[in-house]
T-cell receptor
Framework: EAEVAQSPRYKITEKSQAVAFWCDPI?????LYWYRQILGQGPELLVQ????????DSQLPKDRFSAERLKGVDSTLKIQPAELGDSAMYLC??????????????FGPGTRLTVL | AQKITQTQPGMFVQEKEAVTLDCTYD???????LFWYKQPSSGEMIFLIY??????QNATEGRYSLNFQKARKSANLVISASQLGDSAMYFC????????????????FGTGTQLKVEL
């Protein structure tokens, strides 16, 4: 069964350091999403890609976060510099088309970030 | 106003019993989709079931069914014959808009319900 891959699964870093997360969506899925989930809350969308283009990054803290999906396949999310408040689970998801009410998002295992 | 409300922070159910997890939503769109995801302690969000706003019948997927009451704006998840492996966090989510309205594909999640299945 096709799955969304993410790495690393866990990351511990010190504040002011740079961190990067990688995501490989389900093959053939045009749309890729990065979510942040703070402990005790539901995930919140950071950025959405349609192929290689960003279609929604309204909640991405652009002073420190960046995301790219250069060839429209896998994606990298970067934080520089990391802050204590960035400690959270970072989830990647993909969906087939990005449009329509039946387009289901499938999630990867997530990267759990701890900033010390 | 919250778009997705899950009022039960935690629920307990005995093995083999049925349990209902509540979800209410708020939208002015005519076209929308409702989703339930399961999140075990490992962290992965697992898709369970989907209900479209125009679907006349309640969705079912194995032991999962969705009790969709459009007029009350509720989309409760029913798990039948609970198993120990059902212990997890459960999230209700909504996507507003669709092909006709040209809306985005953003999912809005509730705060989740922690389900514990006991022997």
């Amino acid at each position: 069964e096709a799955e969304v891959a993410q790495s690393p699964r866990y990351k511990i870093t010190e504040k002011s350091q740079a961190v990067a997360f990688w995501c490989d969506p389900i093959s053939g899925h045009a749309t890729l999403y990065w979510y942040r989930q703070i402990l005790g809350q539901g995930p919140e969308l950071l950025v959405q890609f349609q192929d290689e283009s960003v279609v929604d990054d309204s909640q991405l803290p652009k002073d420190r976060f960046s995301a790219e999906r250069l060839k429209g396949v896998d994606s990298t999310l970067k934080i520089q510099p990391a802050e204590l408040g960035d400690s959270a689970m970072y989830l990647c998801a993909s969906s087939e088309t990005g449009t329509g009410v039946t387009d289901t998002q499938y999630f990867g295992p997530g990267t759990r970030l701890t900033v010390l | 106003a919250q778009k997705i409300t899950q009022t039960q922070p935690g629920m307990f159910v005995q093995e083999k019993e049925a349990v209902t997890l509540d979800c209410t939503y708020d939208t002015s769109d005519q076209s929308y989709g409702l989703f339930w995801y399961k999140q075990p302690s490992s962290g992965e969000m697992i898709f369970l079931i989907y209900q479209g706003s125009y679907d006349e019948q309640n969705a079912t997927e194995g032991r999962y069914s969705l009790n969709f009451q459009k007029a009350r704006k509720s989309a409760n998840l029913v798990i039948s014959a609970s198993q120990l492996g059902d212990s997890a966090m459960y999230f209700c989510a909504m996507r507003e808009g669709g092909v006709l309205t040209g809306g985005g594909n953003k999912l809005t999640f509730g705060t989740g319900t922690q389900l514990k299945v006991e022997l």
